[in-house]
């Protein structure tokens, strides 16, 4: 069973809003492990939120104030809120948690931001 399961993406006009949902359905990650990435065609995955600790946050600068990563703990599910969206947030988001020093990946969700 794959561990992380992501819903939520699709396509909005720029300024819109959308929500993005993992599941950590085996229960396997601690808040602290899990964060958001994005990846753009020809580029690498970048980091855009994650948790530093059980209750604080870290941001990219190209999306501070805009998005917002919050975790139902009782739920298990990772969420993010991407607010006032540009046509450059664009890409595929994924999920990661780690544990025992490896990297799961939910499967990607596509966001597309219209101008």
């Known amino acids: 069973q794959v561990p992380l399961v992501e819903s939520g993406g699709g396509s909005v006009q720029a300024g819109g809003s959308l929500r993005l949902s993992c599941e950590d359905r085996?229960?396997?990650?601690?808040?602290?492990?899990m964060g958001w990435y994005r990846q753009t065609p020809g580029n690498q995955r970048e980091l855009v939120a994650r948790f530093t600790g059980s209750r604080t946050t870290w941001y990219a600068d190209s999306v501070k104030g805009r998005f917002t990563i919050s975790r139902d703990d009782r739920k298990n599910i990772l969420t993010l809120e991407l607010n006032n969206l540009k046509p450059e947030d664009t890409a595929v988001y994924y999920c990661?948690?780690?544990?025992?020093?490896?990297?799961?990946w939910g499967q990607g969700t596509q966001v597309t931001v219209a101008s």
């Open positions: 990661k948690g780690v544990r025992g020093g490896q990297d799961y």
């Open positions: 085996r229960r396997l990650f601690t808040t602290m492990h």
